[in-house]
């Protein structure tokens, strides 16, 4: 089995355990998706980035319980898709990103400059 990679290189790390993250339920931030949405990007969601979401239609504070989903709080980590980042970023509403847990897949869509701006922590 291949090892996962971060967009440092390195191991990918888990983005969060609770709540649990990733398309696959996994807590890692990927998909197997080709297009925008890959779920790649381990996001810090601030309350004005989750404020900010729920304004354009993607209400990540809203509870899913069908899915075991609670509903997201502020400095919570979760795994964000491209399209879903890329939209913030041009509205200036990008959430800090912790690139030690997002998928290297991400650099075929978004480049490692721009990730690093919106990095956590020292990378």
Same mark, same amino acid.
């Given at each position: 089995m291949i090892e996962a990679k971060n967009v440092l290189g390195e191991k990918l790390q888990i983005c969060s355990k609770r709540p @649990? &993250?990733?398309?696959n339920h996994d807590g890692m931030c990927f998909s197997s998706g080709d297009d925008y949405e890959i779920q790649a990007i381990c996001? #810090?969601?601030s309350k004005e980035f989750l404020e900010y $979401?729920? $304004? *354009? /239609?993607?209400d990540l504070m809203e509870p899913?319980? #069908?899915?075991?989903?609670?509903g997201l709080k502020p400095n919570q980590f979760w795994c964000l898709s491209a399209e879903r980042f890329i939209q913030a970023h041009k509205d /200036?509403? &990008?959430?800090?990103i912790n690139l030690h847990a997002t998928h290297d897949k *991400? @650099?075929? *869509? *978004?480049? @490692?400059e721009t990730l690093k701006s919106y990095a956590l922590g020292d990378f």
């Open positions: @649990l &993250a990733g398309f996001i #810090q969601a $979401s729920a $304004s *354009i /239609g993607n899913n319980f #069908q899915y075991n989903f609670y /200036g509403m &990008a959430p800090k *991400i @650099l075929e *869509i *978004i480049d @490692l």
